[in-house]
């Protein structure tokens, strides 16, 4: 029993921390907010230095084949700081699927060109050079759809995997309350070129794609949730009413300690799906799901005690909070809701109802 | 990381799941907290001595297996999966103990610690008072230096299993001229010395688990002081955090509770009285336990690595007692009608296990520290705002 990182795993953290503490600031964030991507100009660039977009993409395609319990401390830092990145969709889903399913059709030896095809597109995507959108639940938004070069859609139809390329890809921007992030509503018809993997073995890593993708958003929320708490702290201890800091105050000091607590216990529930992934317990989903649901809670709570406890200045958009809280909220809808991921947990424990 | 425990672990749990099968009274004990249950209590926890287990991780000169904290974790979850006795000994074994290791002779070493492990002596803690409860330091019972010792006069109140307990331990005034922080001592008394007297006290659920404890000049010998004079309020709260953190109440508690809570949902269910609120509510108890079990794995790590817990243990103290009265929440919900029912009715289900515990789980938000003021400590030592006015 050792519930802990290893000295090389917090080195991959600690790097990230510092490039994106110099390079992800609020006011890079908020400028991206505006920008035609919505996304921060030379960001990514950055992440691919430090391998991160092929993170978890194996030694053939150039990735650092690293597994998810690096993915949470990176996904964590990467939430701290807000990164309007892709770093749940395209790192911690998208590519570690294409190479899943790669190495599934390649034991099912299915056609050689849609594979080359698949294969070079990982290895764009580990390098940072191509972007991967995932859309696994048919009519739900697919993120940075208009942005990808290539996108990893389920057939409604059959539950088949395609890789679509973005030529063959109609793309519905929308806009989301946290303007960095680009939903779009996709159209596409599968065909026998966009054809990845079918049958039962698809169904099986998209299932497996949806736990990472609920794990994943999990951490980034923690790393939120650590953002506004520690948002909060400074400011109660510099705002002053009635001649002493509000953080003086009982009142303002218990709001904050409810979300660091929520926080605090949701940690290790995060960490523990990420043990559990990384060396496949059968029991990783079920894991995943508490991640989600402990994760996306820390960061509800944070964002509504924090906006309390900063009053009306909170409540602007000239003011770094909302840009967590909007986060917040729009990875609460993303990747199952708190109550499909509880009817998860409820059906694992409880059995059918 | 690794999540899993060793096989040598797994073998020790193997033992202790196959002792307390065969040791662990099929019939429920009565209540601790009252004369008969206690004295029956008692018993039980000198079988648990004989066979090593009273206390795992204490050394073995003083009857302990030297176990390390995984192992002691692992007692906890079986020792609570088999439904055992609570225990009487707990507050000596888990507030007074762990100040001896740190403060006491090797006299009083000696002499204690092997006599509670054993119950032989059982104690009760004498902290609060009629005005000191969560601003323990105004307490003003005194002692004031005799030949050989001191005399203790005072009143102390809530103190658990106090009418039933040989011993206590507290805090007491010895020089009131000090600021009020210091100029207190740690003292142990002995409840049969004269000038004791004991009132016991009925609880909400209705033991007799609280007394009061009233001192007029009571001799204690200067061999009863843990600690240096005017020194205590360190002493005390030198290892105060550890009863908030992970001794009082270790995660095998709340699995075990969570457990027989599915248990009773199932039941439930296949009378078909269990609906979908009470589903969620169940598998989030069941989930807050979990996510509580797995803060501690994280935390025994870091002690393991060196490194100091302290305000933290504040932080765990209110999800364990909040998490307690939701999950006694949760099985009240699916009693509907029955949930009223106590111990004493034939038709309760569980024997009114669930009303009796919820009443027990109201109390955990109190004791140990009130959950503001362990909020307060979380705040201003975790987080570093400043002290309130």
């Known amino acids: ?353 | 990381m690794d999540l899993t425990y060793e096989p040598g672990d797994e073998a020790f749990r193997a033992e202790v799941r196959a002792w307390l099968q065969a040791n662990v009274p099929t019939e429920p004990l009565p209540s601790g907290d009252t004369a008969e249950g206690f004295a029956l209590h008692v018993e039980w926890e000198r079988r648990l001595f004989e066979a090593g287990y009273a206390v795992v991780s204490w050394p073995r000169e003083y009857g302990g297996l030297g176990a390390s904290l995984w192992r002691w974790l692992i007692f906890e979850e079986e020792y609570y999966r088999a439904g055992a006795p609570n225990r009487v000994t707990q507050n000596g074994i888990f507030l007074l103990a762990p100040t001896l290791f740190e403060y006491g002779t090797d006299e009083q070493k000696a002499r204690i610690l092997r006599a509670m492990a054993s119950a032989e002596v059982t104690w009760a803690q004498l902290w609060s008072e009629p005005n000191a409860g969560s601003d323990l330091a105004g307490l003003r019972s005194r002692a004031e230096r005799v030949d050989g010792g001191w005399k203790l006069t005072g009143q102390k109140t809530w103190c658990t299993r106090g009418a039933f307990c040989d011993r206590g331990f507290g805090l007491f005034r010895t020089d009131p001229e000090a600021t009020k922080h210091r100029g207190l001592t740690y003292f142990m008394v002995d409840f049969h010395a004269p000038g004791v007297t004991v009132r016991p006290v009925e609880r909400l659920d209705g033991d007799v688990g609280f007394a009061e404890v009233f001192l007029e000049d009571v001799f204690v010998p200067d061999a009863d002081v843990l600690g240096a004079v005017n020194d205590g309020w360190k002493v005390a709260m030198a290892t105060a955090s550890s009863e908030r953190g992970l001794t009082l109440r270790s995660p095998g508690r709340f699995q075990a509770s969570a457990a027989r809570l599915i248990d009773l949902y199932r039941r439930q269910r296949a009378e078909g009285v269990a609906d979908a609120t009470a589903r969620r509510a169940v598998a989030r108890a069941w989930m807050d336990a979990e996510a509580y079990n797995l803060h501690t794995l994280r935390t025994v790590t870091r002690m393991l690595d060196g490194e100091h817990v302290g305000a933290e243990s504040s932080l765990n103290k209110v999800f364990w007692s909040e998490l307690d009265v939701t999950l006694h929440e949760a099985a009240l919900a699916l009693l509907g009608p029955l949930a009223e029912l106590d111990e004493q009715a034939a038709a309760a289900v569980d024997g009114g296990a669930w009303m009796k515990g919820f009443q027990f789980a109201l109390a955990g938000p109190i004791y140990a520290g009130t959950n503001e003021i362990q909020r307060n400590v979380v705040a201003q030592r975790v987080l570093g705002l400043p002290r309130g006015a």
């Open chain 1, 1 to 353: 029993m050792r519930f802990a990182f290893s000295e090389e795993q917090l080195a991959v953290q600690q790097a990230c921390r510092q490039m994106l503490r110099a390079h992800c600031t609020a006011d890079h964030v908020h400028a991206a907010w505006t920008s035609q991507a919505g996304r921060v100009p030379g960001l990514w660039g950055r992440l691919t230095e430090l391998g991160v977009p092929g993170l978890m993409a194996p030694e053939w395609a150039e990735g650092l084949a690293l597994g998810e319990e690096e993915l949470a401390l990176v996904l964590e830092e990467c939430g701290r700081v807000g990164t309007p990145e892709p770093v749940i969709e395209h790192v911690a889903v998208a590519v570690p699927l294409l190479a899943e399913a790669i190495a599934a059709a390649e034991r099912a030896q299915a056609d050689g060109a849609a594979l080359e095809t698949a294969r070079a597109a990982l290895r764009a995507a580990a390098a940072g050079e191509a972007l991967l959108a995932v859309g696994l639940r048919p009519g739900e938004p697919v993120s940075y759809a208009g942005q990808a070069d290539h996108a990893l859609l389920v057939d409604r139809a059959t539950g088949a995997l395609h890789l679509v390329p973005r030529a063959a890809l109609t793309v519905e921007e929308q806009t989301s309350v946290d303007r960095t992030r680009r939903p779009g509503l996709v159209t596409w018809q599968p065909d026998a070129a966009t054809l990845l993997l079918a049958g039962e073995a698809a169904g099986e890593l998209c299932a497996r794609a949806l736990d990472r993708g609920a794990f994943a958003s999990a951490a980034f929320l923690v790393g939120l949730a650590d953002r506004m708490v520690q948002l909060g702290v400074e400011y109660a201890k510099v705002r002053e009413q009635f001649g002493k800091a509000i953080g003086s105050f009982q009142a303002v000091q218990h709001r904050i300690v409810n979300a660091c607590i929520a926080l605090e216990m949701a940690r290790p529930v995060v960490w523990r799906a990420a043990w559990s992934l990384a060396s496949g317990q059968p029991e990783a989903s079920l894991h995943c799901s508490m991640a989600r649901i402990h994760g996306v809670e820390a960061a509800e709570r944070a964002a509504r005690e924090i906006l309390q406890i900063h009053g009306a200045i909170g409540y602007t958009t000239e003011y770094e909070l909302h840009l967590w809280m909007k986060r917040t909220w729009s990875l609460a809808s993303a990747w199952g809701t708190v109550r499909e991921h509880e009817q998860r947990v409820e059906r694992a424990l409880l059995g059918a109802e």
